[in-house]
């Protein structure tokens, strides 16, 4: 005779009459219906109620995991997680297991089936997806759509179209940015106009081949979330990344404000009437256009465009990194969370073949994010090391009015802000792949078998990490080394400066 014994606290468990599962060699069949609620009173004492589960023949169950998967209906409504403690006893063996299952989740047949709604990927970075699709990044059919698996990739399609007019346009801006260059024999600080939008260009067609493999990486993204939903999901996640968006955007508006009150005061300055000040603003801000052109009313309304839509490039291409980053972490930190639930305990080799098993799904999973990211990754921390040393740069330079002073504080606080952000954010996703480690140490030593020997294998000579091209791993370490790399460059362009004077 197996059994099986599970109780939880502070939520609601209903499982059916009748309601049974199968594993190997052996049928459990659910005694009567049972209810557990937490009662409404002020002192919120709790009611407890335990679910017995016998069936006879075979081997009894390894996991709480496999007895839950393998039941045909169980519901489970709340707002929170349960918390499943579980005794399985037979064989003379007896395993205590803690399980989480996420609010309204269902188990049918042999697999368990998350929540579809709110708190998957697909649908937390829906919203993002669409502002980027308006500004011609990411051009995905199916992003609003309840199912990953709506999630389309076409060439001929309007979205395709819009990003390439758009990408031919900042080339053409590019084009002008160059022959101006050429013609003037430009400075470090000459180059700014030329590299703005040269990164830019560059991040639209790393956003258009990221967009071809979009699809495949958000159904992924979501099989893992399905797969490790015993797990539970983040009650933080949604809230972290309405608070990084938030800031991040809010912090390039009054950038980009700040910028375009600084270029019509000057304007203000040289000219007297109101079409005046319009074409003197213009010509300060693209100029290496209008030198070759001429002004016309068309080419500043497309040059405005064309810097609109750059800037937003800029700034959009560190908060995607640092949004995929943080919900990437969030899937690693849960695992490490039920990790920590079982320290120092002794648990069945079945339980570690498990959890290895869903860490090398994570890191498949950061292997497909790279490949498509890591163009991403790159052109964002090329292009802040770049405008970091630029403002360094400029700020040797004396600022004459209150307003320059204003933006160059908030425009270079913002970028330091916002490439620490990036930084840490990306970093987490390697901290969080190292922590199983940590925890594997603590592990009583009758409890060490092959799948924990293979398993902190894996942690320990796997790098974990995404990376620019390649080129770089984005560890905490970065942040260092981008410091030591930004000084170095500013004593050598401070020296030039002082020959070409």
């Known amino acids: 005779m197996h059994v099986l014994r599970f109780c939880t606290h502070l939520q609601r468990l209903h499982i059916h009459t009748g309601n049974c599962f199968r594993v190997p060699g052996c049928r459990y069949e659910v005694g009567p219906a049972a209810e557990l609620a937490r009662t409404a009173t002020t002192s919120l004492k709790l009611k407890t109620a335990a679910f017995k589960f016998s069936g006879s023949g075979g081997d009894p169950p390894e996991s709480l995991a496999e007895i839950l998967a393998s039941m045909t209906s169980a519901s489970f409504t709340d707002k929170r ?34 929540d579809s709604g709110l708190s998957s990927f697909h649908r937390t970075i829906a919203p993002l997806t669409v502002m980027a699709q308006c500004f011609a990044l990411l051009p995905v059919h199916g992003v609003t759509a309840p199912s990953p698996k709506a999630l389309r990739f076409r060439w001929m399609s309007a979205r395709v179209a819009y990003t390439i007019a758009v990408l031919f346009s900042l080339l053409f801006m590019v084009f002008f940015c160059i022959l101006y260059i050429l013609q003037i024999g430009g400075t470090f600080q000459d180059a700014q106009c030329m590299i703005f939008y040269g990164i830019a260009t560059a991040t639209y067609g790393a956003f258009l081949h990221l967009a071809g493999r979009w699809p495949r990486l958000v159904v992924q993204w979501s099989a893992v979330e399905h797969a490790q939903s015993c797990y539970g999901s983040s009650k933080s996640l949604r809230l972290k990344i309405r608070c990084i ?43 290496h256009l209008f030198t070759y052109l001429g002004y016309s009313h068309a080419c500043a309304v497309f040059a405005s465009v064309a810097a609109a839509l750059a800037t937003f490039s800029w700034n959009f291409m560190d908060l995607f990194i640092a949004v995929t980053s943080i919900a990437l972490t969030d899937r690693f930190r849960l695992l490490n969370r039920n990790l920590q639930a079982f320290r120092g305990k002794r648990m069945s080799a079945e339980f570690w073949k498990q959890t290895r098993e869903r860490y090398t799904s994570l890191m498949y999973l950061t292997d497909t994010l790279n490949l498509g990211v890591s163009h991403v990754v790159l052109l964002s921390f090329g292009s802040n090391l770049y405008f970091i040393c630029l403002q360094l740069f400029n700020s040797l330079n004396p600022l004459k009015n209150w307003y320059e002073r204003v933006y160059f504080y908030w425009s270079f606080g913002f970028l330091l802000l916002r490439t620490a952000t990036v930084s840490l954010s990306v970093a987490g996703i390697n901290d969080e792949s190292r922590l199983p480690r940590v925890l594997m140490y603590a592990l009583p030593s009758d409890s060490y078998n092959d799948e924990v020997s293979r398993f902190q294998q894996l942690v320990t000579t796997c790098h974990v990490a995404l990376t620019g091209l390649s080129f770089f791993s984005v ?26 004077t």
């Open 81 to 114: 997680s349960i918390q499943v403690y579980g005794n399985i006893e037979g064989s003379g063996r007896r395993r205590h297991e803690v399980m989480t299952i996420s609010p309204q989740e269902e188990i049918h047949g042999h697999a368990a089936v998350a």
């Open 245 to 287: 968006t938030a800031l991040l955007l809010a912090g390039a508006a009054i950038e980009h404000f700040l910028n375009e009150y600084n270029n019509l005061s000057f304007a203000a300055r040289h000219a007297n009437t109101t079409s005046g000040v319009v074409q003197q603003y213009m010509l300060r801000s693209h100029h």
């Open 475 to 500: 560890t905490r370490t970065m942040l260092l080394t981008m410091a030591g790399t930004i000084v170095t460059y500013e004593i050598v362009l401070v020296q030039f400066s002082h020959v070409n």
